[in-house]
């Protein structure tokens, strides 16, 4: 990208998910001609990690850059889904300016709150895009009104009186490619946006002044090339090729490095430089120690920027060597140290994450935000090749002075259809869940608002869309600890569990479908301890699952059964995290999950469940 600009401008732009950030993203690139005419470009071309192309949902957050009129735009896409919200709150760390996007019938969600408070906190300037105006079902005069009352409640919450409420709101529909000042006028294209982006109601970024160098490490990454490279934005002063500076980290052991190399964003790619400064956010190569929340500063003013702290983990999972009888069959890495080689890793790449040893050498807890956010980290680790296994997520309890003990809360907004709303009432109150609010939205759906224990909602998701049909919208906020409300059971059935080794066949399978649903299919293997499917009751019951049929002396036409079995659920890593309970681990390979008891032999376990 040549310096063909005189200002800089960094923004991020935010939103709850699925609400068209990365979309937008998408088209603010190409109409501010950003890519050739010839140069072919992919849907959500920001989603460019494997797992994200696949769910439609953005992980990490990404940096790119454009140039419009006489502006460099660096721009952030981040995530919109609440368990990855510290990678929002990294990203605010780089921005003066934020585009908050809301969808035109959704209106205001969980996750534009958090993000709308974070952004306050920092005294950040926010312009507001009210997005999918072409909705059939849009409601743009009650989604303003609800976006002005959650300004206005955010501001009297913070204690921020002198708050600027006068919220600049565009209207746009990013899959049209269109933007307009007055949603009764349609757009042409989304150039309101673009000159929004650069007009003086966003600032230019706020420099500490001097001369002496303060970079504060909010990413990192990795080049083949390059080695490992620290992502952050330069606060005070200029960074240069080839200089020598001190990177300070948490412990204070500061380390002096020369810088190999300096790169900034241009477009989709990097580009590299011989100098940057304050305002820029950059890539800096030269050393291998780096960790998020360091601070790189001149050699002769050792000045660190305070580290960056983001919310606490609020879910903890135990993290497993695979111990059963068919490891090693599947995978590559079945050992303790890689596992935890994986684990350091990803911690000093996502600082919402953390993880800690037991007392058993093979077991480890990672913690983090939700359910989603590990299964992510866990789909990752299989397909580097990992055979492992992980318990049921586990809220993280705390303990007050009085000794009282205490747990997270976390209000759930569900959008339904109306014929849903007598199941998920009943399901959410078993779990002690309190409804708060219940609203219609237009004529078929309804929203209900319930203030309930993080833990009533591991395991949940997969009910709320089977009681919804697929057609309801669930999205929750984290609310702080509040007394813990007693005993739950994970979930209200027992299990179907394997008695012996073998291949199942189809003859015992479908002599077991009276005693539950079966999540196995004949000829997959088994062994003791096994789960091959849900109990009808609420007790554990164990079966023989590798019968075979006896050949008969006697034989006739038409004696033998034609075995029809039903289809079983799709086994997916999610949907195993949701449904097992504290006595069974998830069986993860490469190619396989499967859900075992954490005690395998038949004489030492009971079939009683306890809650």
Not at 21 to 35: A, E, G, I, R
Not at 148 to 160: W, Y
Not at 182 to 203: A, E, H, N, R
Request: hydrophobic letters at 35%; a negative charge; one cysteine or more.
């Amino acid at each position: 990208m040549s310096k063909n600009y005189s200002k800089l401008k960094n923004i991020a732009v935010v939103a709850h998910v699925d609400h068209g950030k990365t979309t937008l993203v998408d088209c603010l690139l190409k109409q501010s001609n950003t890519f050739d005419e010839r140069e072919q470009v992919a849907e959500r071309v920001m989603d460019s990690g494997e797992i994200e192309k696949e769910r439609g949902i953005t992980i990490t957050a990404k940096n790119c850059a454009f140039i419009w009129k006489d502006t460099k735009i660096n721009l952030l896409d981040t995530p919109g889904h609440a368990d990855f919200g510290g990678e929002v709150e990294r990203s605010l760390m780089m921005v003066d300016g934020v585009l908050l996007l809301v969808d035109a019938s959704e209106g205001p969600l969980p996750q534009t709150r958090f993000v709308l408070q974070k952004a306050m906190e920092r005294h950040i300037k926010i312009g507001v895009v009210i997005n999918k105006i072409d909705r059939p079902d849009q409601r743009i005069e009650e989604v303003k009104h609800d976006i002005e009352s959650l300004f206005l409640e955010m501001a009297d919450q913070l204690n921020i009186p002198d708050f600027d409420l006068d919220i600049p709101i565009i209207y746009a529909s990013a899959r049209a490619g269109i933007a307009t000042h007055d949603y009764k006028v349609p757009g042409t294209d989304i150039q309101p946006i673009l000159d929004f982006m650069v007009s003086d109601f966003y600032p230019e970024p706020k420099i500490t002044p001097g001369e002496d160098l303060q970079l504060l490490v909010t990413n990192l990454s990795y080049s083949p090339y390059l080695g490992p490279l620290l992502i952050g934005r330069i606060q005070r002063g200029t960074i240069k090729k080839a200089g020598n500076y001190t990177l300070c980290d948490e412990a204070r052991k500061d380390k002096t490095f020369k810088v190999t190399a300096i790169q900034e964003f241009s477009a989709l790619k990097i580009t590299e430089v011989e100098e940057a400064k304050a305002g820029e956010i950059v890539i800096v190569a030269g050393t291998e120690n780096g960790k998020i929340g360091d601070t790189i500063v001149s050699t002769t003013n050792i000045d660190p920027l305070p580290r960056i702290s983001v919310e606490p983990p609020t879910v903890g999972v135990q993290v497993s060597v695979s111990t059963t009888p068919l490891s090693g069959q599947e995978g590559e890495y079945l050992t303790s140290r890689k596992l935890e080689e994986f684990l350091e890793d990803s911690i000093k790449t996502n600082v919402a994450l953390q993880y800690e040893g037991t007392d058993d050498p093979k077991v480890f807890i990672l913690k983090g935000r939700g359910e989603l956010q590990l299964a992510i980290v866990f789909e990752q680790l299989r397909r580097k090749g990992f055979e492992f296994m992980v318990g049921r997520p586990q809220v993280l309890f705390q303990t007050n002075e009085a000794g009282e003990k205490l747990e997270p809360f976390e209000k759930v907004v569900l959008d339904i259809p109306n014929d849903s709303t007598g199941a998920i009432t009943e399901k959410l109150s078993q779990r002690k869940g309190i409804m708060e609010n219940m609203m219609p939205l237009g004529e078929d759906r309804t929203r209900v608002v319930f203030i309930i224990p993080s833990r009533g909602l591991i395991g949940y998701r997969g009910i709320f869309l089977t009681d919804t049909r697929g057609a309801g919208l669930m999205s929750s906020e984290f609310l702080g600890y509040r007394p813990y409300t007693g005993d739950m059971l994970g979930r209200q059935n027992g299990a179907m569990v394997s008695d012996r080794a073998g291949k199942m066949t189809p003859y015992a399978l479908f002599n077991l479908l009276a005693n539950g649903k079966q999540f196995v299919k004949p000829g997959e293997a088994t062994y003791e301890g096994m789960v091959i499917g849900e109990h009808t009751r609420p007790n554990d019951i164990v079966v023989n699952c590798v019968r075979e049929k006896h050949l008969s002396s006697v034989r006739t036409a038409g004696k033998d059964e034609n075995v029809i079995l039903p289809p079983i659920v799709n086994r997916t890593l999610e949907w195993a995290l949701d449904w097992i309970d504290n006595d069974e681990w998830v069986e993860i390979t490469p190619v396989s999950i499967r859900i075992r008891k954490k005690e395998l032999a038949g004489n030492k376990r009971s079939v009683i469940r306890k809650g």
